[in-house]
Nanobody, 118 residues
Framework: QVQLVESGGGSVQPGGSLTLSCTASGSISRIVVMAWFRQAPGKERELVAVNTKGGTTNYADSVKGRFTVSGDTTKGTLYLDMKNLKTEDTAVYYC????????????WGKGTLVTVNS
């Protein structure tokens, strides 16, 4: 089993920045892929960014050039550096583990809320 805890959410104005963090505990040695997903009100959960043990990353088109994912799967850490935030980035952001470059795994955190408004 893997437990995931997110932190770093908050409220920011358009154009602002935030950094999210995720820490995994439990059977972290099995983790090869960690990812961020988000779910906006009334919408389905969607992939934001993925980071693999080998250093490969994948981003949603909507965040490319603005968000940067990083971390160390061997230590169970994942970060999301978000810049030039837009109102449409408002969502609950979830950490995920044990998925692929495109699909989620079985392990989810409880989420952290990011609100972008003026």
């Amino acid at each position: 089993q893997v437990q995931l805890v997110e932190s770093g959410g908050g409220s920011v104005q358009p154009g602002g920045s935030l950094t999210l963090s995720c820490t995994a505990s439990g059977s972290i040695s099995r983790i090869v892929v960690m990812a961020w997903f988000r779910q906006a009100p009334g919408k389905e959960r969607e992939l934001v960014a993925v980071n693999t043990k080998g250093g490969t990353t994948n981003y949603a088109d909507s965040v490319k050039g603005r968000f940067t994912v990083s971390g160390d799967t061997t230590k169970g850490t994942l970060y999301l550096d978000m810049k030039n935030l837009k109102t449409e980035d408002t969502a609950v952001y979830y950490c995920n583990a044990d998925g692929t470059l495109w699909t989620p795994g079985d392990y989810w955190g409880k989420g952290t809320l990011v609100t972008v408004n003026s």
